[in-house]
């Protein structure tokens, strides 16, 4: 029951780290989606070549298209022979053939499905151990705590907390364990009041006890011995009277 706090707001964590992670997924679906296919890059391809055809340098067309293009550009004459930039692993290509030879436009995608699926996986990791972090710092006081209630309901009042921090929780701790050596100063009192009280009680019943033995044994008791025997009867009246006192003060 105590600790059902902590795991709410170790459930509320876990769903934001959830949430963050599908964001991120979504956001990388979306990038892979735009990414344009194999299909589109050879339209492309192909509307290049026919523009290079017609241009009087068609080589130089090749060659100026590939810093205006997000790829690469390369243009394979009949001869073999190549013109323009080569293409990286991974690019997404289309390829036109014409009256020049054939053009080649490699597109690089933002975001590859090996790459996203890392970023997927790191983001995941890094948001669980967030999240267990998050939990650990709110669970280990409480626990802490909870263990030092139990300790001093068993009777055992010089247990401390343990709580060593600077936030709520280390103000927490410290009030326990402030409220547990209270509890203990006022026990203390309570013994060292009741071992005097049976000190003070025990001189006066004494005293009785004597008298009352002599009388048993036919000794008459003089005026003064019998003042003391009042005076003794007073002296315990007086003490129960202090004793009821103070239990009306605490209730």
């Given amino acids: 029951r105590a600790l059902r706090p902590a795991l709410q707001l170790a459930a509320v964590l876990y769903g934001s780290s959830l949430l963050s992670f599908a964001t991120l997924a979504g956001a990388a679906m979306v990038a892979l989606e735009s990414t344009p296919g194999p299909e589109s890059v050879t339209e492309i391809a192909g509307y290049l070549l026919a523009a290079c055809e017609s241009n009087p340098d068609p080589v130089a067309c090749v060659e100026r298209a590939n810093p205006l293009l997000p790829g690469t550009v390369s243009l394979v004459e009949p001869d073999g022979e190549r013109h323009?930039?080569?293409?990286?692993?991974?690019d997404v290509c289309g390829r036109a053939t014409g009256t020049l030879g054939t053009l080649e436009l490699c597109v690089t995608p933002p975001l590859s499905l090996?790459?996203?699926?890392?970023?997927?996986?790191?983001?995941?990791?890094v948001s669980i151990f967030v999240a267990l972090l998050l939990t650990k710092r709110f669970i280990g006081?409480?626990?802490?705590?909870?263990?030092?209630?139990?300790?001093?309901?068993?009777?055992?009042?010089r247990?401390?907390?343990?709580?060593?921090?600077?936030?709520?929780?280390?103000?927490v701790g410290h009030a326990f364990d402030t409220m547990v050596d209270d509890v203990r100063g006022l026990l203390d009192a309570e013994k060292e009041l009741l071992a005097s009280l049976s000190h003070e009680l025990r001189t006066p019943l004494t005293r009785l006890r004597l008298a009352l033995d002599l009388a048993a044994d036919g000794v008459a008791l003089d005026g003064r011995a019998l003042e003391g025997v009042r005076g003794d009867v007073e002296d315990l009246g007086e003490l129960l009277t202090d004793l009821l006192d103070a239990a009306r003060l605490q209730l």
């Fill in 84 to 90: 323009g930039a080569s293409h990286g692993d991974g």
């Fill in 114 to 125: 090996s790459s996203m699926l890392g970023a997927l996986l790191l983001a995941a990791l």
């Fill in 141 to 157: 006081p409480l626990a802490q705590l909870t263990a030092a209630a139990r300790a001093v309901s068993r009777g055992e009042l």
């Fill in 159 to 171: 247990v401390r907390t343990g709580i060593r921090d600077d936030g709520a929780f280390g103000e």
